[in-house]
Every structure is written in structure tokens, then in C-alpha cells.
């Protein structure tokens, strides 16, 4: 994967809902027809979907702005406008979606076919014979359509590598990757040599015959000393392994000055300080260079400490294709291993965690008072949805929004703030001036 690509910031708006129609009716033998005026359609949302198919976000580097289409206004004869299109833009598995601006998460995508709306479509305003009563039978008034919502989101996303190699560059990971997957990572004997995670898929077994099977691996950069603090290119690059399950643990056997096993536990320290639940993942100790003299003097002794300490151990040689096939072979089974324990663990839990993405809203009526440089400034959705739907030209849905903002306790807050006749009031990109 030359280009990995993990975060986008992209600006999402959803449809408006149409006008609703202030129409009446005109035929020949009904001279003063009643209102027939339709309601308009509802605005298009937008909508992210997790897929199996996609492995980076690279499609929304170059795309940042996407829109739902508006609902049509509504017509005479109490047609209804038609409904905007939905837009259901694809993500991989693993992306975590925020609000730009609040930070706040609106939804992690785990499994393929997750979806969140991100923005909703507006409300198709309603048309006039909505507004007629016994003793009011022509009302002249409409309600505009709701203005969808709009707003800029990240995306970020979190690599879902099955196995992950860990170790000290120069250890042999990147040449391990190549070996064992179409991965082809810059190889380099200096410090920082992979600067982003480089990932392939191991096949283990036949594959296109059907009796084989694969896992992704990641090459996780930035473990040096130090990187649990942010040091160096820490912090990024260390993300991208908290899903992994397993981690193989590389040591370079060729060194003359390392002790393998103290590497192992130097690397292991800074693994929990970075993060404890990847600390705690399974891990398998691999002696890379088993061609050359250095590792064979390492190994004896090497293989005990591990033994004893509870860890499965291998030795091989990258470089020299020699145990890598068994070492993936191991992987794969481990992995299996893993899997089936966590499902079975998830099957013997309640079912609280299937609903997906759970998001708490704010309650609809709820709503807040503050003045900013001399204008009140009203927001909550319902009310900014109430203000933006009224016609403001029209008289009668004048005296319906006061009626609206009496009953939701708008009108008690803002006389509570101060508000005094002919102050400015804005509610969303609506502004009014109070009147008596």
C-alpha cells in the first residue's frame, strides 16, 4: 500500500425540504375554492456506510463537499413535491467520524454495513390546507421547508491490521512484510525507516483453491525508545495498531552489542506505557538473521527466556525465506484462535452492543440564551427549526411562531436575559427584531 492515507476533513449538507404550497382552489364551478396547496418533499441526508471493500480514505482527499439534494415545493391539487436523494458516501471498517468543530464523535464504524446520518434532510414545509380551521377556512399561509443540515466532519481511521510486527528498526520487519506478503515497503538501515504502516495480506495455505486462508499485517513504525512519550513519530503511527490482535515480536539476532531478550523487554515496557490493552495482546517472539553466526549464538539461551516466561518462540531468516512459512502458518492459527474466543465471548454477553453506533442527542426542545455583541442569540433545534420554516412575510405565520416560542418558554428566557423591544434576535442565519 504506497499511499496510506487516514485522516479527511470533508463538509457534508443534506437536502433543504421544499416549500409547502399556498395554493387555492380554482375551478370553474367552485368559485371560492378551499386551500389545496401540497406539502413539499423532504430534503436528501447524507449518510456514512463502513465497507469491507475500501482499505484508506484516499477517495475524500481530493472530494470535500458533499450534498444531498433538496425536496420540491408542493403544488396545487395537494400534490406533494417529490423527496431529495439520500447520499450514502462508503467508508472502511474501523473509520471514526467526528464534528469538526465540537470534537464530538458522532460514530465509530466497526462492522461492514454500519451506518450514522451525518446530516439530516430538512422537513418538507406544509402546505396550506394544514393551517385551516372550522373557523378559519382560507389561512393564506405556508410553511417554508426545513434547511437540511450542514457541517464539517473528520474522518479518521483506524488501520484493522489482524498482526502486527513490532520491534526496533533494522530488526528485519519491513524485509519480513515483503517476504510474506505483495506488500513492498522502502527498506533502509536507519532509524525511521518506516515512516507510515505499511500493510500487506498473508495467504497461508491455497487460497484460490478454497482451502486457505489470509490476515493483514502491519508493519507498525515508530516504536523506538521513547515513542510511548510522543517522541519522534510516536503517537501517529502507534494508533494504527490499537485493533491488532497479535503482534509479532521481531528481534534482531545479528547484533553484536543487543541482548535480544533485553529488546524484547524494552520494547514491551514502552508498549504498556503507550497502551496497556496492547500490551496485553498475545505476542510471539521472533529471532530474525538465524542465518548468520551471531543469531545462532543468541538462540539457545533466547529460546529458554522466552520459554519460561510463556511465549511462543521462533527463529528465522527473513532475508533468507527460512521459517517465515511456518512463522504465518503459526500466525494464522493464533489468530483463528483469537477469533473464535472473542466470539464466543461476545455471544455468551448480553445483546446491549448490537444496536451499532450509539449516539445520545441533545433533547429537541432544548435550547440556550446568550447575547453576543449586543444581539440575542437564540439556538436548540426545534426552535431554530420552528423560526426557519416560518414565512416570515406572512402575518398569520407571524402569530403562529409567537404562539410556538410562548409555548417552548423561548419568549419567558429572552425577557429573563433583558430582551427590550427592537433588540436583535437571531435564531441560526434568521434574525428578527422583538416586537411588543
Partial sequence: MSMFYDHAKIYVKAGDGGNGSMHFRREKFVPNGGPDGGD?????????????SLNTLIDYR?????????????????????????IVLSVPCGTIIRDAESKEMLADLVDPGQQVMVARGGRGGLGNPHFATSTHQAPKEAQKGEPGEERWITLELRLIADVGLVGYPNAGKSTLLSVVTAAQPKIAD???????????????GDVRRGDGSGFVLADIPGLIEGAAQGVGLGHEFL????????????LDGAALDRDPWQDFLTISKELREYDEHLASRPQVVVLNKIDTPEAQEHWPRLKQQAEEAGYPVFAISAMAHQGTVELMQFALHRLQEILRE????????????????VLRPQPEDA???????GVYIVRGKRVERAVS????????????????LQKMGVTKALEDAGVQVGDLVRFNKTELYWGE
Avoid at 190 to 202: D, M, Q, R
Avoid at 239 to 250: A, G, K, N, S
Avoid at 367 to 373: M, N
Fill in 62 to 86: 481530493y472530494r470535500h463537499h458533499f450534498k444531498a439534494t433538496s425536496g420540491e415545493a408542493g403544488m396545487r391539487q395537494k400534490m406533494h413535491g417529490a423527496k431529495g436523494e439520500d
Fill in 239 to 250: 494508533r494504527h495498531v490499537q485493533r491488532t490482535r497479535l503482534l509479532l515480536h521481531i
Fill in 190 to 204: 536507519y532509524p525511521f525507516t518506516t515512516i507510515t504502516p505499511n500493510l500487506g495480506v498473508v495467504e497461508v
Fill in 389 to 404: 420554516m416560518t414565512d416570515i412575510e406572512s402575518e398569520e405565520s407571524m402569530d403562529r411562531l409567537q404562539m410556538t
Fill in 342 to 357: 472473542e466470539m464466543e465471548k461476545a455471544a455468551a454477553e448480553p445483546l446491549a452492543d448490537m444496536q451499532g453506533p
Fill in 367 to 373: 435550547f440556550t440564551v446568550s447575547k453576543e455583541k
Fill in 40 to 52: 413539499g418533499g423532504r430534503g436528501g441526508s447524507v449518510y456514512i456506510e463502513a465497507t469491507n
